[in-house]
């Protein structure tokens, strides 16, 4: 079976939210199977930073719904956004 990479942005809902703290939630709410691979800061505008993540996990498991539900939920995101999505 393959396994889906893809690469999420994901916007706070503002400058003051502390990214660092922002980040370890989102890797305590990523569903069970996903695998959490490099993650980086993103100037965007004003001040204000995204972070982008690469993730993986078996094709059985399906797109990338859960995923951006989970985090969308965590207090102090804006926006959860798919770059990228291929199959390895």
């Known amino acids: ?5 893809m ?3 994901v916007m706070p809902d503002d ?3 502390d990214l660092d ?3 370890e939630k989102i890797k305590n709410v990523i569903p ?3 695998d959490l691979g490099a993650t980086e800061t ?7 930073k995204a972070i982008r993540m690469n993730l993986s996990r078996d094709e059985s498991m399906g797109g990338t719904d859960d ?3 989970a985090i969308s939920a965590v207090a ?3 926006q959860v956004e798919v770059e990228r999505v291929s199959r390895m």
């Open 42 to 48: 993103q100037p965007v505008a004003f001040g204000l």
């Open 21 to 23: 703290d922002l980040l």
């Open 7 to 9: 690469t999420l942005r």
């Open 1 to 5: 079976m393959a396994r889906v990479v």
């Open 67 to 69: 995923i951006e539900d």
């Open 76 to 78: 102090g995101v804006s």
């Open 15 to 17: 400058v003051e939210v």
């Open 32 to 34: 069970e199977g996903t």
